[in-house]
Protein backbone atom coordinates (compact mmCIF):
# COMPACT_ATOMS: atom_id res chain seq x y z
CA UNK A 1 0.00 0.00 0.00
CA UNK A 2 3.00 2.12 0.77
CA UNK A 3 4.57 1.60 -1.90
CA UNK A 4 1.79 2.42 -4.51
CA UNK A 5 1.24 5.79 -2.28
CA UNK A 6 4.94 6.54 -3.39
CA UNK A 7 5.25 5.69 -7.02
CA UNK A 8 1.70 7.37 -7.64
CA UNK A 9 3.42 10.64 -5.72
CA UNK A 10 6.66 10.28 -7.86
CA UNK A 11 4.71 10.28 -10.73
CA UNK A 12 2.54 13.08 -10.44
CA UNK A 13 6.30 14.99 -10.00
CA UNK A 14 7.31 13.73 -13.02
CA UNK A 15 4.26 14.89 -14.42
CA UNK A 16 3.71 18.63 -12.65
CA UNK A 17 7.71 18.86 -13.66
CA UNK A 18 7.78 17.95 -17.17
CA UNK A 19 4.05 20.39 -17.33
CA UNK A 20 6.10 23.13 -15.78
CA UNK A 21 8.90 22.49 -18.37
CA UNK A 22 6.58 22.92 -21.21
CA UNK A 23 4.63 26.13 -19.85
CA UNK A 24 8.09 27.86 -19.59
CA UNK A 25 9.32 26.45 -22.60
CA UNK A 26 6.16 27.71 -24.64
CA UNK A 27 5.39 30.92 -22.97
CA UNK A 28 7.75 33.06 -24.67
CA UNK A 29 5.62 31.92 -28.24
CA UNK A 30 8.91 30.95 -29.71
CA UNK A 31 9.10 27.58 -27.95
CA UNK A 32 12.66 25.99 -27.54
CA UNK A 33 15.55 26.98 -30.43
CA UNK A 34 18.05 24.48 -31.58
CA UNK A 35 21.22 25.33 -29.63
CA UNK A 36 19.54 27.22 -27.13
CA UNK A 37 18.25 24.27 -25.13
CA UNK A 38 19.03 20.66 -24.19
CA UNK A 39 17.13 18.67 -25.92
CA UNK A 40 13.85 17.10 -24.53
CA UNK A 41 15.08 13.95 -24.02
CA UNK A 42 18.09 14.68 -22.14
CA UNK A 43 16.84 16.85 -20.29
CA UNK A 44 13.88 14.35 -19.34
CA UNK A 45 17.15 11.69 -18.76
CA UNK A 46 18.73 14.33 -16.27
CA UNK A 47 15.50 14.79 -14.57
CA UNK A 48 14.65 11.31 -14.33
CA UNK A 49 18.41 10.39 -13.06
CA UNK A 50 18.20 13.66 -10.33
CA UNK A 51 14.70 12.82 -9.12
CA UNK A 52 15.98 9.41 -8.42
CA UNK A 53 19.72 10.15 -7.00
CA UNK A 54 21.45 8.30 -9.65
CA UNK A 55 24.73 9.06 -9.91
CA UNK A 56 25.48 8.96 -14.02
CA UNK A 57 28.10 7.01 -15.14
CA UNK A 58 30.71 8.01 -17.59
CA UNK A 59 31.01 6.36 -20.86
CA UNK A 60 34.24 7.20 -21.07
CA UNK A 61 35.92 5.55 -17.94
CA UNK A 62 33.31 2.68 -17.33
CA UNK A 63 34.25 -0.58 -16.90
CA UNK A 64 32.04 -3.56 -18.71
CA UNK A 65 30.93 -4.47 -15.37
CA UNK A 66 29.57 -0.93 -14.65
CA UNK A 67 27.96 -0.78 -17.64
CA UNK A 68 25.83 -3.60 -17.40
CA UNK A 69 24.63 -3.26 -14.47
CA UNK A 70 22.67 -0.38 -16.61
CA UNK A 71 18.99 -1.28 -17.41
CA UNK A 72 18.83 -2.55 -21.57
CA UNK A 73 22.93 -3.74 -21.13
CA UNK A 74 24.16 -7.03 -21.72
CA UNK A 75 27.89 -8.02 -22.06
CA UNK A 76 27.59 -7.93 -25.62
CA UNK A 77 26.92 -4.45 -25.69
CA UNK A 78 28.93 -3.23 -22.64
CA UNK A 79 31.72 -4.88 -24.41
CA UNK A 80 30.76 -3.33 -27.58
CA UNK A 81 31.46 0.03 -26.04
CA UNK A 82 34.59 -0.56 -24.60
CA UNK A 83 35.99 -2.17 -27.75
CA UNK A 84 34.60 1.06 -29.81
CA UNK A 85 36.39 3.62 -27.61
CA UNK A 86 39.42 1.78 -27.56
CA UNK A 87 39.45 1.83 -31.40
CA UNK A 88 38.22 4.93 -31.92
CA UNK A 89 38.80 7.20 -28.44
CA UNK A 90 36.83 8.59 -25.97
CA UNK A 91 32.76 9.56 -27.12
CA UNK A 92 32.39 13.25 -27.72
CA UNK A 93 28.68 13.05 -27.02
CA UNK A 94 25.94 9.76 -25.96
CA UNK A 95 24.39 10.28 -29.72
CA UNK A 96 27.57 8.75 -30.46
CA UNK A 97 26.62 5.35 -29.18
CA UNK A 98 24.77 5.34 -32.13
CA UNK A 99 27.85 3.96 -34.37
CA UNK A 100 27.90 0.81 -32.04
CA UNK A 101 26.36 -2.02 -33.27
CA UNK A 102 22.54 -3.41 -31.43
CA UNK A 103 22.50 0.49 -30.30
CA UNK A 104 19.73 1.79 -31.53
CA UNK A 105 18.42 5.04 -30.59
CA UNK A 106 15.36 4.28 -28.40
CA UNK A 107 17.97 2.43 -26.17
CA UNK A 108 20.36 5.62 -26.35
CA UNK A 109 17.43 7.73 -24.99
CA UNK A 110 16.66 5.11 -21.98
CA UNK A 111 20.57 5.96 -21.39
CA UNK A 112 21.07 8.54 -21.54
CA UNK A 113 20.17 8.92 -18.17
CA UNK A 114 22.25 7.29 -16.78
CA UNK A 115 25.33 8.04 -18.67
CA UNK A 116 27.53 11.24 -18.98
CA UNK A 117 30.78 11.72 -21.70
CA UNK A 118 32.92 13.98 -19.42
CA UNK A 119 33.14 14.28 -15.66
CA UNK A 120 32.74 17.61 -13.68
CA UNK A 121 35.92 18.65 -12.38
CA UNK A 122 34.24 20.55 -9.40
CA UNK A 123 32.07 17.19 -8.24
CA UNK A 124 34.03 14.65 -9.63
CA UNK A 125 35.96 12.25 -6.97
CA UNK A 126 39.67 11.13 -6.92
CA UNK A 127 38.60 7.14 -7.50
CA UNK A 128 36.32 8.63 -10.59
CA UNK A 129 39.86 10.75 -11.50
CA UNK A 130 41.66 8.37 -11.35
CA UNK A 131 40.08 6.47 -13.98
CA UNK A 132 40.88 9.57 -16.56
CA UNK A 133 43.72 8.34 -18.73
CA UNK A 134 47.44 10.18 -17.22
CA UNK A 135 45.18 11.00 -13.77
CA UNK A 136 46.99 8.24 -11.26
CA UNK A 137 45.62 7.99 -8.05
CA UNK A 138 48.14 10.14 -6.38
CA UNK A 139 47.05 13.13 -8.72
CA UNK A 140 43.31 12.72 -8.11
CA UNK A 141 43.84 13.34 -4.70
CA UNK A 142 46.25 16.01 -5.33
CA UNK A 143 43.41 17.56 -7.34
CA UNK A 144 40.29 17.10 -4.97
CA UNK A 145 42.84 18.31 -1.99
CA UNK A 146 43.44 21.59 -4.39
CA UNK A 147 39.76 21.81 -5.06
CA UNK A 148 38.57 21.68 -1.33
CA UNK A 149 41.25 23.97 -0.33
CA UNK A 150 40.79 26.77 -3.08
CA UNK A 151 37.41 26.58 -4.23
CA UNK A 152 35.73 25.46 -7.52
CA UNK A 153 38.00 25.47 -11.05
CA UNK A 154 36.69 27.92 -12.87
CA UNK A 155 38.74 26.42 -16.09
CA UNK A 156 39.99 22.78 -16.82
CA UNK A 157 43.46 24.81 -17.63
CA UNK A 158 42.91 25.60 -14.06
CA UNK A 159 44.46 22.06 -13.61
CA UNK A 160 48.11 23.32 -14.28
CA UNK A 161 48.51 24.43 -10.47
CA UNK A 162 48.23 21.31 -9.00
CA UNK A 163 50.99 19.73 -8.30
CA UNK A 164 51.69 17.13 -10.01
CA UNK A 165 49.86 17.78 -13.36
CA UNK A 166 51.71 18.35 -16.34
CA UNK A 167 50.84 19.48 -19.88
CA UNK A 168 50.53 16.02 -21.54
CA UNK A 169 48.76 15.28 -18.49
CA UNK A 170 46.27 17.67 -19.36
CA UNK A 171 45.71 17.29 -22.82
CA UNK A 172 44.45 13.91 -22.12
CA UNK A 173 42.40 14.94 -18.98
CA UNK A 174 40.48 17.44 -21.32
CA UNK A 175 38.61 14.77 -23.24
CA UNK A 176 37.26 13.48 -19.84
CA UNK A 177 36.87 16.34 -17.99
CA UNK A 178 34.86 19.35 -17.94
CA UNK A 179 33.85 22.37 -15.62
CA UNK A 180 30.09 22.44 -15.00
CA UNK A 181 27.45 19.75 -17.08
Sequence with gaps: MKKG???MIGMLVVVLAFGGTAYAQDKSGKGM???QVQSQSQAKGQMQAQQQGVKK?????????????LPG???????????????????????????I?????????????????????????????SKVPGIQQNLAQNIV????????FGS???????SGMNDFKLELAKKYIQVGQ
Design 57 to 69: LNVNTASAQDLQR
Design 73 to 99: MNQNLAQNIIDYRTANGPFESIDDLSR
Design 5 to 7: IIV
Design 33 to 35: QQG
Design 145 to 152: RYREANGP
Design 101 to 129: SGIEKQRIDTLRQYLMVKHDLNTVTAQEL
Design 156 to 162: VDDLNRV
